[in-house]
């Protein structure tokens, strides 16, 4: 019988143990259910430019009192257009909603707005995306509830549609609001 080297041994029971690793890993959950390192935190500056023919918003806007929803969006990214119609609800139940416009062409996100309407009571506009790097976001869309003091309260990545929306972002706007709202 032929001796075995300890050496053919070795890459097996490595492979086997990044295996394993990478296993457990991927049973940690869904990433988009992951805590944002903002919460309890102030949040980050909005950007200074505003989409043409639209409000702006300061940082002293998200200091208001009010409960505020901040939206990152594109009119270039589908997920942001299937929930478009869920902020023109929310923003129908007297809920502020700014809409940060993220790595777009202006023509394109105003005529967007022009023409499904708008649910935001300021557009501010981020075109290279640094004000989206401060606030952590990935990608659109991606929605961050405030507090009245500006407290970063949560954080929903990915379309506000779905059980993650129903069962995860309501009741934390429900809670941050103080009052029920038609989901």
């Known amino acids: ?39 309890g935190k102030p949040a980050p500056a909005l950007p200074d430019e505003t989409l043409e023919g639209y409000p702006a918003a300061s940082d002293a806007d998200l200091r208001t009192g009010e409960v505020t929803v901040v939206n990152f969006w594109a ?15 929310l923003q129908e139940q007297g809920v502020r909603i700014v809409g940060v416009n993220y790595k777009d062409k202006a023509g394109a996100a105003s005529g967007y707005l022009a023409e499904d309407g708008s649910p935001f009571l300021a ?15 990935t990608g659109p869309p991606e929605t961050f509830i405030l507090g009245g003091d500006g407290t970063v309260l949560f954080k929903h990545v990915g379309p506000l549609a779905g059980t993650l929306y129903t069962q995860d972002f309501v009741p934390a706007l429900e809670k941050a609001l103080g009052r029920d709202i038609d989901p």
């Open 1 to 39: 019988m032929a001796k075995v080297s300890p050496l053919m041994v070795i890459p097996p029971l490595v492979f086997a143990a990044f295996a394993v690793m990478a296993y457990f890993g991927m049973q940690r959950g869904d990433p988009n259910t992951l805590p944002s390192t903002f919460i």
């Open 75 to 89: 009119s270039w990214c589908p997920p942001c257009r299937a929930e478009h119609p869920v902020l023109l609800h």
């Open 123 to 137: 557009v501010p506009y981020d075109p290279q995306g640094r004000a989206a790097i401060e606030w952590g976001v």
